[in-house]
């Protein structure tokens, strides 16, 4: 099962109010009032090397923007929340840039001020600047961070211990993975090894499959329609998230040491309105698999667990014997 009973992703208007009283407050108004009242300076320079400094922070600041953006949506997309502190994730973002260290989106703000300051040459955006960093070196450590402690627990814990605050990590960091450095992906829990490929999206709460250690059996969790940063991709195409949804149900296959072929049964989900939704899914799930025809049990259901989901397979399989 692929939901834990979170909300959707907030609506463009959620997202704006938060925007807009404070990274729009830093990065546009504040900057405005500096040059209203300080003018627009050359620091001395001339010709190249004003025309570098005018380069390199429209650089800086469309660098930011974009990973300020990125951050974003991020927030949205897998944290179900907002930059606001009114308005939060609910779940722990640790996907994108947040895999490499723990606040990009106070970095992206930064790199736009940094920007704007060398584009205006403008001594007073660089002073704000640096009293924007000065109050987050305090502000994060002493607030922020052991509030998310508070909210998450030991996850967040988990988290800090990999993840550093500032000097990003030069690999991503891999949540169901970083328990074991000799198999990457892989726990063990009672007996069972639990699979968790770093293909796909990490933060979900579950693994992605479970092998029997005397069998060899391997029991799937429900595969979803999700990319990478745990965004449900298609909303209201059957095709395309069925497609997805095959995708990752192999790769979780893979890690597990299975494969289509060696499938035993499946499950499928559809949020179906008419049998003949049920039978468009079917029929590509049925192609997928080839020559193969495992057993299945195909159901319509009202809902799934993430917003605008619309199928999930779950699939139980043996253990390849090229293992």
């Known amino acids: 099962m692929a939901g834990d009973g979170i909300r959707s ?76 502190p009114w308005d939060p994730p609910e779940r722990l973002v640790v996907a994108g840039p947040y895999r490499r260290f ?32 000065a109050i987050n070196a305090l502000y994060l450590p002493l607030v922020e961070e052991p509030a998310l402690r508070r909210r998450f627990g030991s996850d967040y814990q ?56 005397a069998g060899g059996v391997v029991f799937t969790a429900g595969a979803c329609p999700l990319d990478a940063s745990g965004a449900t991709v298609a909303p209201g195409d059957f095709e395309a ?18 494969s289509l072929d060696d499938v035993l049964k499946t499950t499928v989900y559809v949020v179906a309105e008419e049998r003949a939704q049920l039978v468009q899914v079917f029929d590509l799930v049925e192609a997928h698999f080839g020559p193969a025809r495992p057993p299945s049990t195909l159901l319509g259901v009202s809902f799934l667990g993430y917003p605008d989901q619309l199928v999930e397979i779950e699939a139980i399989a043996r253990r390849s014997e090229r293992q």
């Open 9 to 84: 992703p907030p609506s463009v208007w959620r997202v704006a109010a938060a925007i807009l009283p404070l990274p729009f407050v830093a990065t546009v108004l504040v900057p405005a009032a500096v040059l209203g009242s300080w003018g627009i300076n050359d620091w001395g320079l001339g010709g190249l090397a004003r025309a570098a400094t005018i380069l390199l922070g429209a650089a800086l600041a469309a660098a930011g923007l974009a990973l300020f953006a990125w951050t974003v949506r991020l927030f949205a997309s897998v944290g179900r929340g907002t930059l606001a």
């Open 102 to 133: 723990r606040h990009p989106m106070i970095t992206g703000v930064a790199l736009v001020l940094a920007g704007e300051a060398l584009a205006f040459a403008s001594t007073g955006i660089a002073i704000v600047l640096a009293a924007f960093v």
């Open 158 to 213: 988990r988290y800090i211990a990999h993840v550093p605050r500032w000097l990003p990590r030069l690999r991503p960091w891999e949540p169901n993975g970083a328990l074991s450095a000799r198999e990457r992906g892989h726990t063990q829990v009672v007996g069972a090894r639990r699979t968790n490929p770093s293909e796909l999206y990490a933060d979900v709460p579950y693994d992605y499959a479970s092998v029997a250690p």
């Open 241 to 258: 998230q069925t497609r997805q949804t095959l995708d990752n149900l192999e790769l979780a296959l893979r890690a597990a040491g299975s």
